[in-house]
């Protein structure tokens, strides 16, 4: 919602003041198709030869995303660190019993509870690789945990670079802006026999590919890499608390010790309460 605000309070106040200043939105509609072919044409050009097939779908689908905002929210975070607690109650309690939730989630009941979880691909092997990982190893929770700090690191790498990808293109729009301009400018020269008047129009036209490469970079394809690189940072720490609570379980540490490190891990704004997190925690254990 803020998203959808910014753009149209950026595109209000920079045309609102343009109009209010005198000046004339004519010269610019006319140019303005010719000049999006050419910025517009070459941008989408570079971004396709610069970047892998996944990037690219990757960024397209990364605006829709930086609209909509964070996929993980607050309630996320608990069911996690529930599910969690769950886990590593029946690992600690009777290893063989958590071995059908972890090798077929899908019908594991502990994970069908927390559906939004269980429909993310990441979430779910990250957690079932690491207990299957443990459970074959436990003499050596270090080699674990290096592995899954490596896999997370892996994960937020490959995650960046959608808003990379558009930033470089942010970062080409002003020089694809100035080739418009120039190409405008031989195009007037070429007609330098012609009056004031209409050299002036067209001057004015050139000075457009200059105004919307400037415009685009930084007024649109900028912030929405900005915004998808922040989304995209919440997203990654949702593993991160993940990460957390599997690698105190490694340690055998308390299970309410090793859920309280998660949610202490996780960013304050979307950080569960301690006392929201306890009774969802005693909610369970009465139902267990």
Request: hydrophobic share 50%.
């Given at each position: ?6 753009i149209?309070?950026t595109?209000?106040?920079?045309f ?15 140019s ?19 970047n ?48 059908s ?18 429909a ?10 690491t207990?299957?990982?443990?459970s ?20 937020s790498?490959?995650a ?8 470089n ?9 100035i ?33 919307l ?7 649109l ?21 993940i990460?957390?609570?599997?690698v ?29 997190l ?9 139902a267990?």
């Amino acid at each position: 919602m803020l998203g959808m605000i910014g753009i149209v309070l950026t595109f209000a106040m920079v045309f609102g003041g343009y109009i209010l200043a005198g000046g004339k939105l004519g010269v610019i509609l006319h140019s303005l198709p010719y000049e999006m072919m050419m910025i517009g044409g070459a941008a989408l050009g570079s971004f396709l030869l610069s970047n892998e097939t996944a990037v690219i779908k990757h960024s397209l689908g990364g605006v829709v995303r930086a609209l909509k905002g964070p996929q993980w929210r607050e309630a996320d975070l608990q069911d996690v660190l529930c599910l969690l607690f769950q886990l590593l109650r029946i690992a600690k309690a009777n290893p063989i019993d958590l071995e059908s939730h972890i090798e077929d989630p899908e019908n594991s009941p502990i994970f069908q509870a927390f559906p939004r979880i269980l429909a993310d691909g990441h979430a779910v092997s990250l957690i079932t690789d690491t207990l299957r990982s443990a459970s074959l190893n436990y003499d050596d929770p270090y080699q674990v945990e290096e592995m899954l700090s490596q896999r997370i690191s892996l994960m937020s790498e490959e995650a960046m670079h959608a808003p990379h990808a558009l930033q470089n293109m942010a970062d080409a729009l002003p020089a694809l802006g100035i080739v418009a301009a120039v190409l405008g400018v031989i195009k007037t020269m070429s007609a330098i026999d012609q009056p004031p008047e209409v050299l002036g129009k067209m001057i004015g036209g050139a000075l457009v590919g200059t105004f919307l490469g400037v415009f685009l970079a930084y007024a649109l394809v900028a912030p929405f890499a900005q915004r998808l690189q922040a989304v995209t940072k919440q997203d990654q720490s949702f593993y991160d608390v993940i990460k957390s609570v599997l690698v105190a379980g490694l340690h055998q540490h308390a299970t309410n010790l090793c859920v309280e490190v998660g949610r202490q891990t996780a960013p304050e704004h979307v950080r569960p309460s301690y006392g929201d997190l306890e009774n969802a925690l005693r909610d369970l254990k009465r139902a267990a």
